[in-house]
């Protein structure tokens, strides 16, 4: 019984840690594509005010 536990831990463990990881990384592209917009958007502008 502890030893099935113990399989059982270890794999929500892991399910959990690349969920983690996953997330992370999505957040960081997206925040870089975020970026991205407002550097596109803010050089239109100032060519738009020209």
Excluded: T, W
Aim: charge should be negative; proline fraction near 0%.
């Amino acid at each position: 019984m502890k030893n099935s536990s113990s399989k059982l831990l270890l794999v929500l463990s892991i399910i959990l840690g690349v969920a983690a990881i996953a997330s992370s990384v999505v957040s960081i592209l997206l925040y870089f594509d975020k970026k991205k917009e407002e550097e596109e958007l803010e050089r239109y502008l100032e060519d738009s005010i020209q």
